[in-house]
Nanobody, 120 residues
């Protein structure tokens, strides 16, 4: 069973940068798409960015040009580099992965979330 553990959240001033990491552990046949979602207070969870195992990326319009998603397949880790942060980026950020288990089942796995707060 694959587990995801996020790190890198915290408090940053507007215009600042943070780098989130999400490391997968466990046994699986393959980890397909990995991504980052976020949920602000009183709002629904939304996709921030995703990346396929082949490196194809997609971003929410609100973060294009400011955030960069990347992954290291050998380390089973996905990263989110966040630059030019705005107060509206404040949210709990969750890592997500589509995992092909050793039973050849496709399952969706979530991390526990890491809080990003952008405030002066």
């Amino acid at each position: 069973q694959v587990q995801l553990v996020e790190s890198g959240g915290g408090l940053v001033q507007p215009g600042g940068s943070l780098r989130l990491s999400c490391a997968a552990s466990g046994i699986a046949l393959k980890i397909n798409t990995m991504g980052w979602y976020r949920q602000a207070p009183g709002k629904q969870r939304e996709l921030v960015a995703g990346i396929t195992s082949g490196g194809i990326t997609n971003y929410a319009d609100s973060v294009k040009g400011r955030f960069t998603i990347s992954r290291d397949n050998a380390k089973m880790t996905v990263y989110l580099q966040m630059n030019s942060l705005k107060p509206e980026d404040t949210a709990v950020h969750y890592c997500n992965a589509e995992v092909l288990t050793i039973r050849s089942e496709l399952v969706e796995v979530w991390g526990q979330g890491t809080l990003v707060t952008v405030s002066s």
